[in-house]
C-alpha cells in the first residue's frame, strides 16, 4: 500500500497567489482529513470528509481557505490568496470509517511557504 | 474545550534505558486516543490506538495505558533505542460525534548511543 500520497511536498510562493495541495488517501478509505501544523498552535484539523461530503470545517481558518474532495481518491486544499501566516505544514491523513477503532494514517505532509 | 498536554516537553536518555512519556486530557468523554511518532520534517507514524473502553494496548517494545476516568495516557516504551529518537504525540477524539483529532504538543525524545 502506498499509504497517503500528498503534492507538493514543498511550496514556496509570494504572498497573493493561489496555493493548490493534493491529497490522495489510501484505497478504501472513506474519511478524509486536511490539518495544519505550525510552531505556534500545533496540529490542529481544518476540515474533514465522510464518504466525499464535508462533514466538518469549522477549522478553516477564513473564506480564503477552500477544500473539496470530488471523488473518493482525490481532495485539494485551496489557498486564495495566501498570506505569510498561512506559512506551515499542512498534512492530509485518511481513515476506513470512523469508528473507535479507526486509525487515522498521515501522509509526508506539505510545507508551505508564503513570502 | 478538550486540552491536551504532554510531558516532559522533552527527554533525553542513554540506550537500553525504559522509559514513559505521559499524555494528560482535561474531558474524558473521549472515543479513542491515538499515539503516534514523528521524526523532523517527516509526517506522523501511527503507533497505537486505544479505544475508550480498553485500558492498553501493546505493539513490539511499545505499550499505551489509558485511564479513561483521569484523564490520563501513558506510552511504554521497552529497551530504548537510537532509533526511537523522535517526537512523539498523542491525540484523542471526543466523544461527540465530531472525529477530529485534538493533539497534545508533543515530547522530543532523544535516545543516546
Known amino acids: 500500500d502506498a499509504g497517503v500520497i500528498q503534492s507538493p511536498r514543498h511550496e514556496v510562493t509570494e504572498m497573493g497567489q493561489e496555493v493548490t495541495l493534493r491529497c490522495k488517501p489510501i484505497?478504501?478509505?472513506?474519511?478524509l482529513f486536511w490539518y495544519r501544523q505550525t510552531m505556534m498552535r500545533g496540529l490542529e484539523l481544518l476540515i474533514y470528509?465522510?464518504?466525499?461530503?464535508?462533514?466538518?470545517d469549522s477549522g478553516m481558518p477564513e473564506d480564503r481557505f477552500s477544500a473539496k474532495m470530488p471523488n473518493a481518491s482525490f481532495s485539494t486544499l485551496k489557498i486564495q490568496p495566501s498570506e505569510p501566516r498561512d506559512s506551515a505544514v499542512y498534512f492530509c491523513a485518511s481513515s476506513f470509517g470512523t469508528g473507535p477503532y479507526n486509525e487515522q494514517f498521515f501522509g509526508p505532509g506539505t510545507r508551505l511557504t508564503v513570502l | 474545550k478538550q486540552e491536551v498536554t504532554q510531558i516532559p516537553a522533552a527527554l533525553s536518555v542513554p540506550e537500553g534505558e525504559n522509559l514513559v512519556l505521559n499524555c494528560s486530557f482535561t474531558?474524558?468523554?473521549?472515543?479513542?486516543l491515538q499515539w503516534f511518532r514523528q521524526d523532523p520534517g517527516k509526517g506522523l507514524t501511527s503507533l497505537l490506538l486505544?479505544?475508550?473502553?480498553?485500558r492498553e494496548q501493546t505493539s513490539g517494545r511499545l505499550n499505551a495505558s489509558l485511564d479513561k476516568s483521569s484523564g490520563r495516557s501513558t506510552l511504554y516504551i521497552a529497551a530504548s533505542q537510537p532509533g526511537d529518537s523522535a517526537t512523539y504525540l498523542c491525540a484523542v477524539i471526543m466523544d461527540t460525534g465530531r472525529r477530529a483529532l485534538t493533539f497534545g504538543s508533543g515530547t522530543r525524545l532523544q535516545v543516546q548511543p
Open positions: 470528509f465522510n464518504n466525499n461530503v464535508p462533514i466538518d
Open positions: 474531558d474524558s468523554a473521549i472515543y479513542n
Open positions: 484505497s478504501g478509505h472513506n474519511s
Open positions: 486505544i479505544q475508550s473502553s480498553q
